[in-house]
Every structure is written in structure tokens, then in C-alpha cells.
């Protein structure tokens, strides 16, 4: 989703609305390394050294997760609509969420029984109607299409943004920056709060917890009022890239539930408020490539079919193949992980979003 968003004149960029297609193109990396971890953690790949260039690449690649909430909380702020009635707006989030994912959970749990490894009622029920995250249980939260939890977070997100936002634009534009690093000190607090549990709760608690990984969509919610206010003071496009690399690569390197999330929250801050800044005042970004634009936009979808599309091309190729027949398995899952992507966003997505939100409309009129 591209937004828009009109800027005071004391943020130094220009006053009419502008769109911010560089965190749309942002959200592909972001999808991308998920998919490359799911590749990693598979069994797509026998040889030792192709296994470890995989471990490399894409080990951390979890922590897209964060960024998407990151991103969240960002966009939404910064396209909210003053006046806006609570009910409305998690209309329009469900209408813009629901249709891909019961899509894909249906079809998720009709592949699943026809290898023979049907889910249980309790998850197939829970996951459908978002509720997982809420469980502290794998078989719940990771059940069904397993990166449908992260909406099952989303979803508990949409329902506090009224709120949180009525909260947000109350704080004084000058203490927004005290409550962007309590926050930022909240995420790294969680891990060191998880101690106190048994390492299956500790991992619910710090990765899956809708109410911990509120932190991650208020930090981006408190981004976009800074920006919002001209308060945002931070490095570019490239040093926040640059940063966020090496914060990637030394992700393995630290206590592993500070990896989980924490390790990478600061730097994920810092390149989404940079990002934001370069649209709103017209610097060439490469982030902003058609192509970049187009794939951050069925990202979404992207983001639900990729890991059902790796299983099926794993189960067709074999498991721990050669090098060369994992190679062409690996780019056979995204070629056509993108292309069912894209078909989803076309005939499903954007069609009943439409629908959705004029039903919508139509019941707020009556």
C-alpha cells in the first residue's frame, strides 16, 4: 500500500500529500528474506555448502516480521483519516486483510489433508478467524498456514489503533522522541522479562505475543508522528541500509532472544524514517523502481502463499536434493510463489477490498 499524508511546513519537505512508495518497496526485502528463511530451515538443500551459504544468507531472515510491524504502525498513522470512526477503519483492515488469508487458509488446510496431515479442529478454527497468536500453544499459533499468525498480531493492532492513536496525538511533539526510545527499551526489555518462563512460553511470550509485539507497530506509529511534526532527525536511505545490513549479519552473533526481534528494531526505525523522509522530499531512491513498487505491492500475498508453494515444490523435487536440482528448486518456489502472489493480489485482494469496503460504506450510510 502506497499512502499519503500532508507535512507542516517546519518538517522541511513539501506541504501537499504525497505518497511514500519507498516503504512499499521496502515491504519485498522484507517478504523476501522470510522467504529465503523458510528455504533455509527447510529440506529443499543436501550439500553441506549450500546449506551453510543458505545459513548465511538467510538465517535472521525471521526478523522481516518485525519490520512489518514496524511498517504497520507507520503506515497507518500516517494515512489515518481525521474523523475517523473506529468501526470503520477496522472494516476497512479486515476488508483489506481477510480475503487473502482465508483464500490461502482454506487452501492451505485442503493441501494438508491431501498428504495426510490434517490440522485439528482447534487450530484450523482459531487460525481461520485470527485468533492463534493468542495461544500459547505451536500446534495453535504455527498451525495451518503458519505465517498467518502474524496477522493473527495484526489483527489485535487494528483494533488498539483507534485508541493508541487518539494516545499518540495527545503526547507533545517535542516528548515524542522520550516515547520512541521507551519503546525501543520496551522491546529490548521483553527477552530479559521472558527469563522467568519455560523456554516454549519465553518463545510465545517474546515473538508471538500480540501485546509484546504491540511495542514494534507503537514505535511505528510514534516514526510517523515525528515525521508528521518535523521532529524526525536521523541518518539516510544509505547509512540506515548500511546499518540495518550489519545488524542482519550479526544477528547470530547475540543472545538469541534479543535476535528474535530487539537486535534489529533500531535500525528497521531508523531506514523506514529514512525511507519515509526521501519520498517526502524527492530524492531518487532505487526503492522506488517500478518493479520494487510493484513487488511490495502483492508482497502481502506474497507473504501468505510463500511457504505452502516451498512445501509443494519441496514435496515435487525431493527432499535434501543435489545442489543443482535444489538450485532450481529454490527459484521455481519464488518464481511461482510470486506469480500466485500476484494472482491473488489481482482477483482476490483488490476486488473484494472494493467490495468489501463499499458494504462498508453502504451500512454507515444507512
Not at 43 to 56: F, I, K, N, Q
Not at 197 to 210: E, N
Request: contains cysteine.
Amino acid at each position: 500500500m502506497t499512502e499519503s499524508r500532508t507535512l507542516p511546513t517546519s518538517s522541511g519537505v513539501p506541504t501537499s500529500p504525497l505518497r511514500l512508495p519507498s516503504l512499499t518497496g521496502l515491504r519485498w526485502f522484507a517478504a523476501f528474506v522470510v522467504f529465503g528463511f523458510h528455504v533455509h530451515t527447510g529440506d529443499m538443500v543436501a550439500d553441506p555448502g549450500a546449506r551453510r551459504v543458505l545459513e548465511v544468507l538467510f538465517a535472521s531472515g525471521s526478523v522481516g516480521v518485525p519490520f512489518f510491524f514496524i511498517l504497520s504502525g507507520m503506515v497507518l498513522t500516517w494515512s489515518s483519516r481525521p474523523g475517523d470512526r473506529p468501526g470503520a477503519f477496522f472494516r476497512r483492515r479486515v476488508a483489506r486483510v481477510a480475503p487473502n488469508h482465508v483464500v490461502t487458509w482454506l487452501v492451505v488446510l485442503a493441501m494438508l489433508a491431501a498428504v495426510g496431515r490434517a490440522a485439528a479442529p482447534g487450530p484450523s478454527v482459531t487460525g481461520l478467524f485470527l485468533v492463534q497468536a493468542w495461544i500459547p500453544n505451536e500446534a495453535y499459533y504455527f498451525g495451518g498456514n503458519t505465517p498467518a499468525w502474524s496477522l493473527s498480531c495484526e489483527m489485535a493492532f487494528y483494533a488498539a489503533f483507534p485508541l493508541l492513536l487518539r494516545l499518540g496525538r495527545r503526547i507533545p511533539s517535542n516528548r515524542l522522541w522520550l516515547v520512541a526510545l521507551g519503546l525501543l527499551g520496551g522491546i529490548w526489555l521483553v527477552p530479559l522479562a521472558s527469563q522467568a518462563l519455560s523456554p516454549g512460553l519465553a518463545y510465545w511470550f517474546v515473538w508471538v505475543f500480540p501485546v509484546t509485539r504491540a511495542l514494534e507497530f507503537a514505535l511505528g506509529m510514534t516514526l510517523a508522528l515525528l515525521i508528521r511534526d518535523g521532529r524526525w532527525r536521523g541518518p539516510g536511505v544509505l547509512v540506515s541500509s548500511v546499518l540495518v545490513l550489519a545488524a542482519y549479519a550479526t544477528v547470530p552473533l547475540v543472545w538469541e532472544r534479543w535476535g528474535w526481534v530487539a537486535w534489529m528494531a533500531g535500525p528497521f526505525a531508523l531506514l523506514v524514517g529514512a525511507a519515509a523522509t526521501s519520498d517526502l522530499r524527492g530524492t531518487r531512491s532505487v526503492l522506488r523502481t517500478p518493479v520494487l513498487v510493484w513487488l511490495g505491492e502483492v508482497s502481502f500475498a506474497f507473504y501468505l502463499v510463500h511457504q505452502p508453494v516451498i512445501g509443494l515444490v519441496e514435496r515435487v523435487s525431493g527432499h535434501e536434493a543435489p545442489p543443482a536440482r535444489a538450485a532450481v528448486a529454490i527459484l521455481v518456489s519464488l518464481a511461482l510463489a510470486i506469480a500466485v502472489a500476484w494472482a491473488l493480489y489481482r482477483f482476490v485482494e483488490r476486488p473484494m477490498a472494493r467490495r468489501l469496503s463499499a458494504a462498508g460504506k453502504r451500512a454507515d450510510a444507512a
